[in-house]
């Protein structure tokens, strides 16, 4: 089954203490994203990778880092979470196949910072 | 950056009814997509669509890139459709860096 996991689901952690969300997908696709949705903000793209070793920065990279060792994993590092990085975060993954599009979003990652 | 906005922001209808949501940019686009948040919070891709016209099932969605705003239509509403639809652009074909509208929340009444 075509999937993009994301651990942990729910997260509750203090200021300052370093972290990461892990993102895995079995699908073997290209690229990969994380979002973060907001109330009344929509999705807002962190970062994104094109392939392994390849990443760039989205509209809210502040914050936060990644990085792309493998095809299949995309982890988010909060290397200092503050409480404004309270949010839902998304972990996405696409693909161009046989001519066709496709994409597929981790469950989401529930985040509370205080 | 670009700008991408979405009318109207909420939605409530009739199951069986017919609706029209709305997506305009503010630049020339070559990456646009529709998607579904379900009310568990579930994210799924509708359309790939950065021109032209597509069909599935009862959704289907047109993309005007010249004048700049894309319309989804979905035919006879069935409650399952409530969520928030999202639209979503990029400006260069094959980079995967998109920027999304706030939404419409389509709620269908049984």
């Known amino acids: 089954e075509a999937q993009v996991t994301q651990n942990p689901r729910y997260l509750i952690t203090v200021t300052g203490k370093k972290l990461t969300v892990t993102c895995s997908q079995n699908?073997?696709?290209?690229?990969m994203s994380w979002y973060r949705q907001d109330p009344g903000l929509g999705l807002r793209q962190i970062y994104y990778s094109m392939n392994v070793e390849v990443t760039d920065k989205g509209d809210v990279p502040e914050g936060y880092k990644v990085s792309r060792k493998e095809k299949r994993n995309f982890p988010l590092i909060l290397e200092s979470p503050s409480p404004n990085q309270t949010s839902l975060y998304f972990c996405?993954?696409?693909?161009?196949?046989?001519?066709?599009?496709?994409?597929?979003f981790g469950p989401g990652t529930r985040l509370t910072v205080t | 950056g670009i700008q991408v906005e979405q009318s109207p922001p909420d939605l409530i209808l009739q199951e069986g009814a017919n609706s029209t949501l709305r997506c305009n940019f503010s630049d020339s686009v070559n990456n646009l997509q529709w998607f579904h948040q379900n009310p568990w919070g579930q994210l799924i891709n509708l359309f790939y669509i950065p021109s032209g016209t597509k069909q599935n099932g009862r959704l289907s969605a047109t993309t005007v890139a010249t004048e700049r705003y894309s319309l989804l239509y979905i035919s006879s509403s069935q409650t399952t459709d409530s969520g928030v639809y999202f639209c979503a652009v990029g400006v260069r074909f094959g980079n995967e860096k998109l920027t999304f509208g706030t939404g419409t929340r389509l709620t269908i009444i049984p």
């Open positions: 699908m073997n696709h290209e690229y």
């Open positions: 996405a993954s696409s693909s161009w196949t046989s001519g066709v599009y496709e994409q597929y």
